[in-house]
T-cell receptor, first 115, second 115 residues
């Protein structure tokens, strides 16, 4: 049981380049989300999804796109990277009901540097 | 507008003593609260949670207290151990239609437990 898997672990981009951070979970969780962690700012919600085909914006969605074509995958796309998007990104998932439904399971993170 | 705040960026305690981490929130619609622990280069891991219908929840050395009137929660670790040294995040969420179950995190508090 791998849990939440994020790739890549590290990435360096130049300003204006595009890339996709991958996230996959094998727990059949309906809810998936992306956070970014910055010093002094904690974890801020970028986008989230309550099921396949459904996505919504979080606290800091600008500059990011998401899609949810399957239950397992929730990729985060940066269309034109900016230095302000230098951060550590975490994908997280949880079930929508039952005991422990409120508990998010996080991936190990993807560290992105935009030059 | 930071809905969940951890006003102490860092805390240092001696091994064996009590660690108290604090968290304040502004949204009265939150109905559950969680604490996560994060080690460097890893994703956050769930520690303990509390529902808004309770004022205390205990799990081994960890106890979370909730004061709804003050919109304040705290995490007590007794006794503190060097392995507890990590960043601690509090998070809040709600099941109401305005929240859709998403979690909002605080800025984090770095706990150092000295041997």
């Amino acid at each position: 049981n791998a849990g939440v898997t994020q790739t890549p672990k590290f990435q360096v981009l130049k300003t204006g380049q595009s890339m996709t951070l991958q996230c996959a979970q094998d727990m059949n969780h309906e809810y998936m989300s992306w956070y970014r962690q910055d010093p002094g700012m904690g974890l801020r919600l970028i986008h989230y999804s309550v099921g396949a085909g459904i996505t919504d914006q979080g606290e800091v969605p600008n500059g990011y796109n998401v899609s949810r074509s399957t239950t397992e995958d929730f990729p985060l796309r940066l269309l034109s990277a900016a230095p302000s998007q230098t951060s550590v990104y975490f994908c997280a998932s949880r079930s929508q009901g039952g005991s422990g439904a409120n508990v998010l399971t996080f991936g190990a993170g993807s560290r992105l540097t935009v030059l | 507008d930071q809905q969940v705040k951890q006003n102490s960026p860092s805390l240092s305690v001696q091994e064996g003593r009590i660690s108290i981490l604090n968290c304040d929130y502004t949204n009265s619609m939150f109905d559950y609260f969680l604490w996560y622990k994060k080690y460097p280069a890893e994703g956050p891991t769930f520690l303990i949670s509390i529902s808004s219908i309770k004022d205390k929840n205990e799990d081994g050395r960890f106890t979370v207290f909730l004061n709804k009137s003050a919109k304040h929660l705290s995490l007590h670790i007794v006794p503190s151990q060097p392995g507890d040294s990590a960043v601690y995040f509090c998070a809040a969420g709600g099941h109401g239609s305005s929240n859709t179950g998403k979690l909002i995190f605080g800025q984090g508090t770095t706990l150092q437990v000295k041997p």
